[in-house]
C-alpha cells in the first residue's frame, strides 16, 4: 500500500523541510528540492514508519481484546444463588 500525502500535507512538509534547510544547513533548498527529498523520504522511510504504528496499533488492540472477557463477563447461573442470598433467613 502506498503512503500519499494529501495536497496540504505536503505543501507543509515542503515549507517544513526549507525552513530546517535555512535554520540548520549551510545551503537553501528549493521547494523542487525539498518536494524531491520528501518523496524520497515518504518512499523509502515512510513504510517503516508506517508499518510500527499500524504494528502499535494491533498491540493495543490486542490487550484491549484479551481484557474484553474480564470487562463484560457475566456469571452463568446466578439465578438460585441469588435467590439464595436473598431469603437466607426464609423458609
Known amino acids: ?44 522511510i515512510g513504510p517503516a514508519i508506517y508499518n510500527k504504528g499500524v504494528a502499535d496499533a494491533q498491540e493495543r488492540l490486542q490487550m484491549r481484546v484479551m481484557e474484553l472477557d474480564i470487562e463484560v463477563h457475566e456469571e452463568e447461573f446466578q439465578y438460585w444463588r441469588k435467590l439464595e442470598r436473598k431469603g437466607k433467613g426464609r423458609k
Do not use: Q
Open 1 to 44: 500500500m502506498a503512503i500519499e500525502l494529501n495536497k496540504d500535507i505536503r505543501a507543509e512538509a515542503i515549507a517544513s523541510i526549507e525552513r530546517y534547510f535555512r535554520e540548520n544547513m549551510d545551503e537553501p533548498i528549493g521547494n523542487i528540492a525539498a518536494g524531491a527529498l520528501l518523496g524520497f523520504f515518504v518512499e523509502e
